[in-house]
């Protein structure tokens, strides 16, 4: 199977000897839809700062397009692999919004004027051209959560991490957020709790219980199944978030 991303026998513990992932073993192809569930502590964020490289696993090897995540390719995988955090605060730390986008393009070597393209359309993109000179503890909740995703968008990367994106948001900025994603071209991997919002997005699902796959497969077939909703203590709301 031609994967965007492979897990093959993944295994990382902290160092007080909690098992965060467990022998696990999964692919993704490109341009799939992913949500990944599961309770706190259940192994998404560690799934994805194993992705990202921010932690080694002890056991197995993980692929991205193929190619090995290592010391020798971190740099390309890095490029490749976008993550919005759970909390804005945590990705927005410039002056203004618009050096918050700048900064990736910046950092890539880009010259002013390549970078000055990219940023008025990253920002056009989420609404928020208007509001570029704004110090990003200006904006209301929902502008930073797009504030934050033009960030990521900026880098143009295949894969798109997000950490609970809809933690926090009203109806209409849910919706807001949805109509961005659906747009989105490339993978994506959902880490949430909201079925409401991963049923509508997402075609396929991931759920982790005790560093271990528990389900991968259809998203219909685990959000219809009552036993397997109730067995990972998922919520069943199959409401379309793109109508909420």
Not at 20 to 32: C, E, P, Q, R, T
Not at 209 to 226: A, C, M, P, Y
């Amino acid at each position: 199977m031609d994967c965007s991303i492979r897990f093959e026998h993944v295994s990382f513990s902290y160092p007080d000897g909690t098992s965060a992932l467990a022998d696990v073993s999964f692919g993704i192809k490109k341009n799939d839809r992913v949500a990944l569930f599961g309770k706190n502590g259940s192994g998404k964020s560690t799934l994805f700062l194993t992705l990202l490289g921010f932690l080694s696993p002890e056991t197995g090897t993980i692929y991205v397009d193929n190619r090995e995540l290592g010391k020798n390719s971190l740099q390309d995988v890095r490029a490749k692999v976008g993550l919005v955090f759970q909390n804005p605060d945590d990705q927005l730390f410039c002056p203004t919004i618009y050096d918050d986008v700048e900064f990736g393009p910046w950092n890539f070597g880009l010259d002013k004027h390549e970078r000055e393209r990219i940023v008025e359309s990253s920002l056009r993109e989420m609404d928020l051209w208007h509001k570029k000179s704004r110090a990003p503890h200006h904006l209301s909740w929902g502008e930073k959560r797009r504030a934050a995703l033009a960030t990521v968008f900026a880098m143009k990367p295949d894969i798109l991490l997000l950490d609970e994106p809809t933690a926090y948001l009203d109806p209409p900025s849910i919706r807001d957020l949805y109509r961005l994603l659906d747009c989105y071209e490339g993978t994506i991997i959902l880490a949430t709790h909201d079925s409401k919002f991963a049923g509508a997005l997402c075609d396929k699902a991931l759920v982790m219980t005790d560093g271990k796959i528990g389900f991968h497969g259809d998203i219909e077939i685990l959000l219809n199944d009552s036993n397997l909703m109730r067995a990972f203590n998922l919520h069943h709301d199959l409401n379309d978030a793109a109508n909420t």
